[in-house]
């Protein structure tokens, strides 16, 4: 294929990709802008976020049967015209019911462009450029949703919210013309007509839905001290159990999870899941310890993100040029420490750093994360054949995008869990009675009567101000808390890189697979 098609298709897919990524975030900053047009609670309007993902994890899986039964490009083409529709709808939207049900089509959407456009960037390039198909491919799955807040930041602040929504429409435009023009279905797509598994669908709609319900809710209703929330992982548990049950015994599955019997493919899936566990994870955790402990606002929070997008844009291409010479063990390795090295570093901060003590871990998590995701995104599919490759990107894509929302679930959860132990443990050793508390207090309480307050009322001042002072020091130690387990999750999937194959290996499947 000539350099300027591939540049051209690559482009064409791109479009899609970046405009499903930038969604998955982009929404976050405005949701209190949004509260107040559409008249909900604070728990109502998360729903707005919540319908999205639930959409994208349910589809994701599917992606391959839909394909093969309608057409690549014309389920493709169907699928970036509803997104382009719904984010009209979105910003239009009068009230939450009908938000969310724009923002479930636009998520259904969403979920299947970044999947097809993997694929589709596979089967355009040769096999001794997958590296660089794959690094192009990451800049818009790992970039929209860091970039996202800070763009749905500046749209909210210098326009209005549904301006989040509306930009997709234009962009969404061109890509359907260009996608008409230049997206063909492969050759060896075979349009199948049988009949649909609507059992195996609908156990796992009733399973992914009710997980990624339960993750989302189970901080606010105290996890399984909710009844709604010990329902819905029974649900859930119970659902994917038959779901899994029904596809490998089926003889035409709506999700073919013979596919997982590729070790090659599911090792790289797992370290894709713990890849999206810390990515999703410390894009919660960071920006809550920049809002609520260093007091940055929304906006400048977005901007100190930035050195890991811009240190990915970086790795990313640089991982795509040296694959075929290094292989993927040495790249995911080297990302996987470079990566924990970051975290360990961020364990460390405290409440007096600086801009620089943050740039400097982030700066070495984009590196990290960008030879991971490159070489990754490569190896996983190395060995699939080419008929069973747009749901291979389905189920890799939808096992990232779950194990991201297991992480933040479990970041919220464990760092409110961190703060309660830690405040206890401080408490015990900061009192009023005790010497570091008596010296404490009694400093601050004399300040506040030299300035004219009187002695009952400047003490318990002093004593309100301490409590203030140990919390904010027992939440320092809960996020430096999570970022060491967040170190160790990235040292303990090390082992995992022994199952992918070799750049030799995988070139020789790939060409097989040509032929």
């Not at 279905?185 to 992914?208: C, N, Q, S």
């Not at 008596?438 to 601050?444: C, D, F, S």
């Not at 904010?472 to 160790?488: D, G, I």
């Amino acid at each position: 294929m000539a350099t300027s098609d591939k540049g051209i298709i690559t482009l064409t897919v791109m479009l899609g990709t970046i405009m499903a990524a930038l969604d998955s975030s982009i929404v976050n900053v405005a949701l209190p802008y949004m509260r107040g047009t559409l008249g909900t609670s604070v728990e109502e309007i998360t729903w707005v976020a919540t319908a999205y993902i639930l959409a994208t994890v349910i589809v994701m899986p599917i992606v391959g049967m839909l394909s093969s039964r309608y057409g690549r490009k014309n389920f493709y083409l169907f699928s970036i015209v509803s997104f382009t529709v719904s984010s009209m709808l979105c910003g239009l939207a009068w009230d939450l019911p009908s938000m969310v049900l724009f923002r479930v089509i636009q998520g259904v959407g969403g979920g299947v462009l970044i999947p097809v456009a993997q694929a589709i960037l596979r089967e355009t390039f040769p096999p001794e450029e997958q590296g660089k198909a794959m690094g192009l491919y990451g800049f818009g799955v790992v970039l929209g949703p860091a970039f996202g807040p800070t763009l749905g930041g500046w749209l909210t602040d210098h326009f209005s919210w549904p301006w989040i929504f509306y930009i997709n429409v234009p962009i969404g435009i061109i890509n359907i013309l260009m996608v008409m023009r230049y997206i063909k279905d492969p050759p060896y797509l075979v349009r199948e007509k049988t009949k649909i598994d609507g059992l195996g669908l609908a156990f796992m709609t009733v399973g992914l839905g009710a997980l990624q319900i339960m993750l989302e809710r189970g901080e606010r209703e105290a996890w399984f001290e909710s009844d709604t929330i010990r329902l819905l992982l029974v649900l859930s548990v119970a659902s994917l159990a038959f779901f899994v049950w029904r596809e490998l015994t089926c003889d035409k599955p709506a999700v073919d999870l013979r596919i997982l019997k590729d070790l090659n493919f599911t090792s790289g899936s797992l370290i894709g899941g713990v890849i999206g566990m810390g990515l999703f994870g410390s894009l919660f955790l960071l920006p809550l310890f920049l809002q609520q402990l260093l007091g940055y606002p929304a906006l400048d929070s977005g901007v100190a993100l930035m050195p890991r997008s811009l240190a990915m844009a970086v790795a990313m291409p640089v991982a795509g040029r040296f694959y075929n010479r290094l292989g993927p063990r040495i790249l995911i390795g080297a990302g996987l420490v470079v990566t924990a090295l970051s975290f360990y570093q961020l364990s460390l901060l405290s409440l007096n750093v600086g801009y620089l003590d943050i740039f400097f871990p982030q700066f070495l998590q984009g590196i990290g994360f960008g030879l991971i995701f490159v070489a990754l995104s490569t190896a996983s599919l190395a060995t699939i054949e080419r008929q069973n490759m747009t749901a291979a990107a389905g189920l890799y894509n939808v096992v990232r995008q779950v194990f991201g929302s297991i992480g933040i679930a479990l970041s919220a959860s464990q760092l409110t869990k961190a703060m309660t132990e830690y405040h206890a443990v401080l408490a015990e050793k900061v009192t009023e009675y005790g010497e570091t508390g008596i010296r404490w207090v009694g400093t601050v309480a004399g300040a506040m009567q030299g300035q004219g307050a009187d002695p009952a009322a400047a003490r318990q001042m002093a004593l309100t101000l301490l409590d203030g002072e140990v919390s904010r020091q027992a939440s320092m130690l809960a996020f430096n808390h999570l970022y060491v387990l967040v170190t160790f999750l990235f040292l303990i999937s090390f082992p995992l890189i022994f199952f992918l194959k070799s750049a030799k290996k995988q070139e020789g499947a790939e060409e097989m697979i040509a032929e």
